[in-house]
């Protein structure tokens, strides 16, 4: 992977993590795109740059992280509910990390449930248009729980983190922006998590060489370097997605969302079908 490969990489990162559209859906189709190969460094590359992703979101919400004593302090419950929401997520995953390396590398699974995806983008605010949960304060512990396994479902390429704790929320009665919030703050712990696993914990193999994430990083100084970038394109670039994210919802909602899912979907099938990517 080249430095302009990574920055390519982690600018799809970083527009496309908090919209409902599938980041690691779409790292996937531009890894194919550009040929780059499914090495080790790659995999571990297109986790390890939503560190960048997640600093957005506390830079973004700062005030909802930690707050001053002049506005109240601490807010303990708001801890509280998002290790509720994230548990389904850090359970599932440990468990079937393998079996989600083996859907990592298949375009075919990535088009299948951008298909999927987008139909249902496209009459949720139908499905759900009753909301009563209008604060993030107003999160109870089991809805946080609920939208939390809901989020799991993301655990597949192209359904979208994103897309699957906003809907979740939204079956919990919060409005789609609120929704769209706590799948924001959810996505912190989740994300650091994960990335923080394939960092320190999970053993790579790299030509025959099993190393820890953050070894492979240091392997050589392209693999740090690349880190480096990709991380501070993904934050620059996730801020900026983010705030048109929110403005946006408020007020069109999500079917444009689910139109272009169905679009990417129904191209990416014609392209592997084509053999144009494998």
Do not use: C
């Not at 444009?256 to 169905?262: E, K, N, T």
């Amino acid at each position: 992977m080249s430095i302009i490969q990574a920055i390519i990489i982690a600018i799809v990162e970083g527009i496309t993590e908090y919209l409902p559209i599938s980041s690691t859906g779409h790292m996937i189709i531009a890894s194919s795109f550009m040929g780059i190969e499914k090495e080790e460094f790659t995999k571990l590359f297109e986790v390890a740059i939503q560190l960048g992703a997640i600093l957005a979101v506390v830079v973004l919400y700062w005030r909802r992280f930690f707050p001053s004593k002049a506005e109240g302090g601490i807010n303990w419950s708001f801890y509280f509910k998002l290790i509720v929401g994230v548990i389904p997520a850090l359970v599932l995953g440990y468990l079937f990390s393998d079996k989600i390396d083996e859907l990592l590398e298949s375009p075919t699974v990535v088009a299948t449930t951008l298909l999927i995806g987008g139909f249902v983008l496209l009459f949720i605010d139908k499905m759900f248009n009753h909301p009563t949960v209008k604060t993030v304060d107003q999160i109870s512990y089991p809805k946080a729980f609920v939208t939390g396994l809901w989020q799991v479902v993301a655990m597949v390429p192209g359904v979208s983190r994103s897309a699957a704790s906003i809907i979740g929320g939204m079956q919990q009665k919060m409005t789609r922006n609120i929704a769209a919030e706590f799948s924001f703050f959810l996505a912190v712990p989740t994300m650091a998590a994960a990335t923080l696993y394939s960092l320190f914990l999970k053993k790579w193999n790299q030509g025959g060489v099993t190393q820890k994430g953050y070894e492979l990083i240091l392997a050589s100084k392209e693999n740090t370097i690349a880190f480096i970038v990709g991380n501070v394109v993904a934050f620059v670039v996730a801020i900026l997605a983010i705030k048109f994210f929110i403005d946006f919802l408020k007020k069109y909602g999500f079917k444009a969302f689910g139109w272009y899912r169905i679009i990417a979907g129904a191209v990416l099938l014609i392209l592997i079908y084509k053999g144009v990517i494998a």
